[in-house]
């Protein structure tokens, strides 16, 4: 047995139903295994120089159109209303502003790095949240974990100098082999994702951030491969791939180089001259959902979990009933 959903039911772990499609109700080993994985994330991301922070899961539109994702990412949001219902009409209010649950932490974090004024000697800034995030993906696009509504996601971001990007490579570099390591893989490959046709901001800035990653990582001395039109919205991606024990191939790493972001929030920090000056930001993910990590290690291991991942790790069975005690 090699589906995720058949190990799920026979592991009691998880199941799904009609009602939230691409939607995970956790059964208590289920949720044993998620805290697991996501317990071991977190001391990985604190020996990194992270620190974890939490943020709202619906964000208002207003903030949705500056990051740009209203423009770009729309059809894959969930949309709700404030609530304010007129009476009368039992309609939802035309003014109402509306909000969106959040596809991804960014703006949140942007938020966090705003709320007050910031300094070259706090850089690099690194946030991480296990933030919860809903796409809303087509009802046929939706598989068991592989590809879901809501998930969650270690999402993560660094505030940091141009300088400091290839340090920030290398480091996550350095997470991914120790994380994949851990869950049991051994084979994984990279790939560089450059400018997609719907994107924010001018082809300068991204021959700017395109050439900081291929450089980057060049120098670090990986190999790689290249995919036109596969970047994000606000920029270029290093994507990793790991290679699992049925000898498909999963992408689940990515680090994300922005300028677009920064320019659209005005992004600052006062540098040692006393001026101020426009961090870059860098979006970053080990794992991307947990959900489908978890999924896949499923199939990966066929249920025979690395045992400080397993929901059970020890059983102990007595020969006979007098030696019970
Ligand atoms: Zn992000």
Same mark, same amino acid.
């Given at each position: 047995m090699s589906d995720h959903r058949e190990l799920a039911r026979d592991m009691d772990l998880f199941h799904f139903e009609e009602h939230s499609p691409g939607m995970v109700f956790w059964h208590p080993q289920g949720l044993r295994l998620f805290h697991n994985v996501e317990t071991f994330m977190r001391q990985v991301y604190q020996a990194h120089g992270f620190e974890e922070v939490r943020s709202p899961v619906a964000l208002s539109r207003s903030l949705w159109e500056r990051s740009g994702h209203w423009a770009k990412f729309r059809k894959g949001m969930f949309v709700v209303s #404030?609530? +304010?219902? #007129? +009476? !009368? +009409?039992k309609s939802v209010r035309s003014s109402d502003p509306g909000y969106a649950l959040k596809p991804m932490s960014c703006p949140a974090h942007i938020a966090i790095y705003q709320s007050h004024k910031r300094s070259?000697? !706090?850089?690099p800034i690194r946030f991480m949240e296990f933030g919860m995030c809903h796409r809303n993906e087509l009802s046929g696009a @939706?598989?068991?974990?592989?590809? @879901?509504?809501q998930f969650v996601q270690d999402d993560a971001h660094i505030f940091c100098r141009e300088a400091d990007v290839q340090q920030e490579i290398s480091r996550f570099l350095k997470m991914v082999q120790r994380v994949y390591v851990a869950f049991g893989y051994e084979q994984f490959s990279l790939q560089i994702s450059l400018r997609p046709e719907q994107r924010l901001g001018s082809d300068a800035l991204w021959d700017r951030a395109e050439a900081l990653l291929i450089g980057a990582v060049e120098a670090l001395g990986h190999s790689y491969q290249l995919a036109p039109n596969e970047g994000a919205f606000y920029g270029p991606k290093l994507e990793i791939s790991l290679q699992d024990q049925l000898g498909r191939s999963w992408q689940c790493g990515t680090f994300q180089i922005d300028f677009n972001l920064p320019h659209l929030f005005e992004l600052a920090f006062v540098n040692e001259r006393g001026e101020l000056e426009r961090p870059v930001m860098l979006h970053q993910a080990v794992l991307g959902s947990l959900e489908r990590w978890i999924g896949i290690l499923l199939e990966h291991h066929r249920g025979i979990l690395p045992i400080w991942a397993a929901p059970t790790q020890v059983a102990i069975a007595s020969i006979s009933d007098k030696a019970s005690d």
């Open positions: #404030d609530g +304010a219902v #007129d +009476a !009368e +009409a070259y000697r !706090e850089h @939706l598989s068991g974990c592989m590809r @879901l509504r």
